[in-house]
């Protein structure tokens, strides 16, 4: 099975912009959906972006469309997150995430669809 390996995450201003990206090592990585969620101090962990196996779908939270961007490329085993015009409100730990499918044109934003996840990276983001 793949085991995702985030990072990218730091501290930025208000307004800046941060790429955090997940490796997978080994494993069909294909055949897995990916997901980023958050979880910010004293909140609930919540889903960011997803994409589907086959690269071809995406979804995101309503707070983030339009200012992040998720992709992967399943020759590199990679997956991405772009994170532009970022808010204080953005600060939390991303989770990178991924989840065996047999429906590859499919996103899921339920984490329980994520059965492999990573350590997590911060992100912190300035007023």
């Known amino acids: 099975q793949v085991q995702p390996v985030e990072s990218g995450g730091g501290l930025v201003q208000a307004g800046g912009s941060l790429r955090l990206s997940c490796a997978a090592s080994?494993?069909?990585?294909?055949?897995?959906?990916m997901g980023w969620f958050r979880q910010a101090p004293g909140k609930d962990r919540e889903f960011v972006a997803g994409v589907s196996a086959g690269g071809g779908g995406t979804d995101y939270l309503d707070s983030v469309k339009g200012r992040f961007t998720i992709s992967r490329d399943n020759a590199k085993n990679t997956v991405n997150l772009q994170m532009s015009s970022l808010r204080p409100e953005d600060t939390a730990v991303y989770y990178c995430a991924a989840g065996w499918t047999t429906r590859p044109w499919l996103v899921d934003t339920d984490s329980d669809a994520y059965s492999i996840w990573g350590q997590g990276t911060q992100v912190t983001v300035s007023s």
């Open positions: 080994a494993g069909s990585f294909s055949g897995y959906i």
